[in-house]
């Protein structure tokens, strides 16, 4: 029995589906949460960044959402999908790499015979919530670094957190 409850554990905890990482050009924003883009092999896809959502368009803060999403869109992102990459919009986790100061050692974008500045990867999904044009989406997996930049957000009236009512697109 016990053999039984180890492996069915391990069958379990193996068959999560990892997520397939990616890199595209952003083609164009959306949503403050949603953009087209651009792949090796040109083929456009629709992404929905993952745990977020952002205002609607129509909403308060819809728009200011999507031009500050298209102010970090404006090269190629890292995108970690998740399910299936088939299916569209694609859910992911997007990522940037921004020119900062790190040990080039340790970093493994850094080029040694170069400065010592090298690539840091920011999460784009975090950077909205964090900068209040996004909620951390109660219908995904609770994620605590995103919990918290939300209640930053909110404690400092970042962004849509300045509206004393502010209305998520689910209401």
């Known amino acids: 029995m016990k053999k039984y409850i180890v492996w069915a554990l391990l069958v379990l905890c193996c068959s999560q589906a990892q997520a397939e990482t990616i890199k595209c050009k952003p083609v164009k924003i959306i949503t403050g949460d ?3 883009c651009e792949q090796a092999d040109k ?3 629709t992404v929905k960044l993952n745990q977020i959502e952002a205002p609607t368009l129509a909403q308060a803060y819809g728009q200011e959402a999507k ?10 992102v890292e995108l970690d999908i998740y399910g299936d990459n088939e299916a569209e ?3 992911a986790t997007g990522y940037i790499y921004r020119r900062c100061s790190c040990n080039p050692i340790d970093h493994p974008l850094a080029d040694l015979n170069k400065s010592t500045d090298c690539g840091c990867r920011s999460d784009i999904n975090k950077i909205m919530i964090d900068q209040g044009y996004a909620w951390h989406s109660p219908f995904s ?5 995103y919990i918290k930049a939300e209640q930053e957000a909110r404690n ?6 300045a509206d004393p009512n502010p209305i998520a697109p689910w209401q």
């Open 34 to 36: 949603t953009f087209t």
């Open 156 to 161: 400092n009236k970042r962004g849509l957190w």
């Open 67 to 76: 031009r500050f999403l298209s102010r970090y869109l404006d090269r190629f």
């Open 141 to 145: 997996q609770s994620n605590p670094e």
């Open 43 to 45: 083929k456009i896809i």
């Open 89 to 91: 919009p694609i859910t």
